[in-house]
């Protein structure tokens, strides 16, 4: 059996009643197995194939199914394709196609429904016990945390403090200064995003980043959540720039609150299929952080805010994946 096979087969069989059976096939040249969950009226089997082999595969299950039983079968082909081949979903049986690139299901018949959420559980449920899976999709999220603390290790170096970085090192590194940008420094609006003003800072900043850093590279791509994050930084460092003129700033707390802002602006696209409760917590972790930012002193509230909006802006423009 290839991966896929394997993990749906096993939930089927632990799950849904089903037993597995082996036939040869003549025109692949090798065994295939068919799950198969037998009631008093039908059989209901499902085989998995590349898309290539679906329509040997579709007719050599159907003449091995029939010769075991009499009853009125309903065969479903689960599809394994890298490719768009829409010819797939025009083909005259029941089929469920798996896109091998987006690794989730792209088409299904109403037959092929029950084998949905079972696939879909079948892979969260192996990719909760690869370490190595979950390292990968949050491979961007790892490396910007990796980037911050490697700054900061710098920082601390040249302050010789790790609880309260320098402000003078801070300056030289590249912190936001308005009179610095004025004067030819505009690159400081987006470096002082890597900076930090002691170990709580980053703590706080980098534990709040792998929480919502890793929902964002899930939902919108690698290459659309580095946007969003870079976007959202340089957002945040503008409204600091425009409205809280006097304040030497750093930190990532604006490109994280514009990863939050893409994630409100997801749950609001996606409101009726995830519930309007991932919405309202949202807003609710939006709402506490703003009241933090407000009651504390030393809380640059214009990063927050342009990081929000620029974070919304940029979710609206840049389409999350198609995950559901």
């Known amino acids: 059996m290839n991966k896929l096979e394997n993990v749906l087969f096993s939930e089927l069989t632990k799950q849904a009643g089903f037993y597995i059976k082996d036939y040869y096939s003549d025109a692949l040249k090798e065994n295939k197995w068919i799950a198969i969950m037998e009631n008093e009226d039908f059989i209901y089997a499902a085989v998995v194939c590349k898309n290539n082999e679906s329509d040997f595969v579709y007719y050599e299950a159907m003449s091995f ?10 065969l479903n082909i689960v599809i394994c394709t890298t490719e768009n081949d829409e010819s797939l979903i025009h083909q005259p049986y029941n089929k469920l196609i798996y896109s091998e690139r987006e690794k989730q299901v792209v088409y299904s018949d109403n037959s092929c429904k029950p084998l949905v959420s ?3 559980y079948s892979i969260e449920k192996e990719k909760s016990n690869n370490p190595k899976v979950k390292y ?6 790892y490396i910007l945390i990796c980037i911050n603390i490697l700054i900061f290790i710098i920082t601390a170096f040249l ?6 970085i320098d402000l003078y090192t801070l300056i030289a590194l590249g912190a936001k200064v308005n009179g610095l940008i004025d004067n030819g420094q505009p690159w400081r609006l987006l470096t002082c995003a890597f900076l930090h003003g002691g170990l709580a800072h ?3 900043n980098m534990y709040s980043l792998k929480i919502i850093g890793s929902e964002v590279e899930y939902v919108y791509g690698k290459v659309k959540y580095i946007g969003i994050y870079l976007i959202s930084a340089l957002g945040g460092s ?3 720039y425009l409205f809280n003129a006097d304040s030497i700033s750093v930190g990532a707390s604006g490109a994280i609150f514009g990863l939050l802002g893409a994630m409100l602006i997801f749950g609001i696209r996606h409101k009726n299929k ?4 991932y919405i309202m917590n949202l807003f609710k972790v939006l709402l506490i952080n703003i009241f933090i930012g407000v009651t504390l002193s030393n809380i640059d509230n214009g990063a927050h805010i342009g990081g929000l909006v620029f974070g919304c802006i940029s979710a609206l423009v840049m389409r999350d994946k198609k995950i559901y």
Request: charged share 20%.
């Open 65 to 74: 199914l029939g010769k075991l039983y009499s009853k009125k079968i309903s």
């Open 118 to 120: 079972i696939l879909n």
């Open 136 to 141: 990968k999709e949050s491979l961007v999220t």
């Open 159 to 164: 302050s010789k403090n790790i609880y309260n």
């Open 202 to 204: 980053i703590a706080f």
């Open 238 to 240: 503008i409204f600091s």
């Open 274 to 277: 995830i519930g309007k409760a």
